[in-house]
């Protein structure tokens, strides 16, 4: 289909008491920056149920407009109405360029909603600018960050990218002056084709948020068993870090797949990634490197995690980590 | 149950490496696998006809002369039946376009196979990682799609899936047919038994081209038909100038390290 406009638009995904997902915020950075070369206005979409805080965070970030889509039918994501909703609000605004956050939730409605307009959409973006002819120019991690590859969908609009969280950092938040527009689309409880039966936490009920955490401190074969953990564990607890491992950590068995970081576990971003014990297996490396901070601690000094690492020590992590722990407590109290 | 599990041929990740000069990778040089992912949909698939044996398994895969051999490996694993899609105007697809020819070849299989209940993929190919096929052949075929699976269990009008979600697992019911994508699950995916590598060794696998679909929408398929363009490759930039801290013991390393994530207003 061809843009009515030269907006461009911003998915907000929400909690589920209805705040804003980070990467939705972290995505107004580059977006206003293309809006404003593109000439267009920087529009934030909500599909949710009770979303006004996701809206007042997407206005104080910097949308010039927010379009809210409110109903009980939004109240857990399914792909069958979120899908349906964002493309009926296509189809009336014509935007030029649609980033959605490359979240699980996310993951499925880029690709559905592309299909659907038989558009193009770049995965798992990292990085946003502009070709010559003025469409977005996507860069985006291939063979598990291996190589990148830069993308343009020329021709059809809207182009559409999916956008790793922690790619982008948050801007400052101003006055919220963003006009508000709610748009009814309703959805029949027949169109919706999957259903949550239940859910089962995992054994001990753990959250292991490590998408959206701030500071990881991760644990690797050379942790040695699954009580290897346990110094990352009392590291993590006063820095109120999320544990992270490397696959060769999870599939020894020491620790369960929801801590995995890398190529066939969790894509991070955090302000601080602590690898212990974590040689830097290149399918690791493709899940971290957004990181803001690395530190590494290795025995192995040729280990390739610390050519990635702001900050290596080539040392024991049994001797290193219980010091830096007892520091850290020592300077907070 | 019939299910069809869509299978690629990528190059082994742990072989691969990155030539800074020429922005490439050796993929031609290294050798080549089943996508893990699709490895772990055809155990889904398998697990499924443990339970009950009169399941069948169709797999399919597109791609030029020589990926077969995944199918072969496929009909080793777990698979009754495997079919091979290659036509040089199939060339340069991206997604969209795969993900369209897929669609295709899925109701051309199944005059033969009969109505798939389920087709299952990986969640993405660890060699372009863009985790769409799955969910735009799902679009295509009109087909309700559920990913990040683990293991799914049929039951009659629907499918049961176990999806990983944070924190645990999210049980869906999925209306039939439907498409699934699926993750690493905690189980190892089994392998191909000597008495079935000898079978799969002599299986009559058909190759379907554009011609065998009727309709084939020729704009939609190939570079012409695909929305995105490569613009260009390169290897990105790992290093960085890090400190390196080696004091003359662990415990003055860790107190260095902490002074100076403290300068750094890090921690």
Not at chain 1, 238 to 247: D, E, F, M, P
Not at chain 2, 179 to 188: A, G, Q, R
Request: hydrophobic content about 40%; overall charge negative.
């Amino acid at each position: 289909m061809e843009a009515k406009t030269k907006d461009l638009w911003v998915i907000i995904e929400t909690n589920e008491d209805g705040t804003a997902k980070n990467v939705g915020i972290e995505m107004l950075t580059p977006g206003k920056e293309l809006a404003g070369k593109q000439g267009g206005a920087l529009v934030a979409v909500v599909i949710g149920s009770g979303v006004d805080e996701a809206v007042k965070a997407a206005s104080e970030y910097g949308a010039d407009r927010v379009i809210v889509v409110d109903g009980p039918e939004y109240k857990d994501f399914t792909v069958d109405a979120f899908a349906k909703a964002l493309t009926a609000l296509v189809e009336k605004y014509g935007p030029d360029a649609i980033l959605i956050g490359a979240t699980p939730d996310g993951r499925e409605l880029a690709p559905i909603v592309a299909g659907r307009l038989k558009t193009g959409l770049a995965s798992d973006c990292t990085g946003i600018g502009v070709c010559e002819d003025g469409s977005i120019e996507w860069t985006r991690p291939a063979y598990g960050g291996s190589i990148m590859e830069v993308l343009a969908c020329p021709e059809q609009r809207p182009q559409i990218g999916s956008v790793r969280p922690g790619a982008f950092k948050k801007g400052e938040p101003g006055e919220a002056k963003a006009e508000i527009i709610k748009e009814d689309i309703s959805v029949a409880a027949e169109d919706i084709r999957t259903k949550v039966l239940e859910v089962i936490k995992e054994m001990g009920g753990e959250k292991v948020d490590l998408e959206g955490a701030d500071i990881i401190v991760a644990g690797g074969r050379g942790v040695g068993g699954p009580e290897g953990f346990d110094p990352i564990r009392e590291l993590a607890e006063v820095l109120g870090a999320t544990v992270g491992a490397s696959r060769a950590a999870v599939d020894a068995g020491w620790i369960s797949h929801a801590h995995q970081v890398g190529q066939t576990g969790k894509i991070v971003g955090p302000k601080l990634y602590i690898a212990c014990g974590i040689s830097g297996a290149i399918q690791h490396l493709a899940g971290m490197t957004s990181s803001d901070v690395v530190v590494a601690i290795n025995k192995d000094p040729d280990a390739p995690i610390f050519d990635v690492a702001d900050y290596g020590i080539v040392g024991n992590l049994f001797e290193v980590l219980p010091v830096l722990t007892e520091e850290i407590k020592k300077a907070r109290a | 149950m019939n299910i069809l599990v869509c299978i690629k041929q990528v190059p082994d990740p742990t072989e691969l490496k990155a030539d800074p000069a020429k922005n490439t990778l050796n993929t031609d040089e290294v050798p080549k696998i089943i996508n893990p992912f699709d490895s772990y949909a055809l155990e889904a698939a398998a697990r499924i006809k443990d339970k009950d044996p009169e399941t069948k398994i169709v797999i399919v895969t597109i791609g030029t002369a020589g990926v077969e051999k995944a199918l072969k490996e496929g009909l080793g694993i777990a698979a009754d039946q495997a079919y091979f899609v290659s036509d040089e105007a199939f060339a340069d697809s991206d997604s969209l376009a795969t993900a369209y020819i897929l669609s295709c070849a899925v109701k051309k299989i199944e005059e033969t196979e009969g109505k798939f209940n389920a087709i299952f993929c990986g969640k993405q190919a660890t060699d372009g990682d863009s985790a769409q096929v799955g969910p735009q052949l799902a679009e295509y075929l009109g087909y309700p799609l559920v990913t990040y699976g683990l293991e799914a269990f049929d039951e009659g009008d629907t499918l049961k899936i176990n999806k990983e979600i944070d924190g645990g697992i999210e049980v869906i019911a999925a209306q039939t047919p439907c498409v699934v994508t699926f993750t690493k699950p905690s189980w190892d995916p089994r392998y191909p038994t000597i008495k079935r590598k000898m079978a799969a060794n002599r299986a009559q696998i058909p190759t379907l081209t554009g011609a065998d679909f009727a309709g084939l929408d020729a704009s939609a398929i190939g570079a012409a038909g695909s929305p995105t363009k490569v613009i260009k490759t390169f290897v990105p930039q790992r290093s960085k100038s890090g400190i390196k801290i080696q004091e003359e013991s662990d415990e003055e390393s860790a107190k260095k390290l902490f002074a100076l994530l403290s300068d750094a207003r890090v921690i």
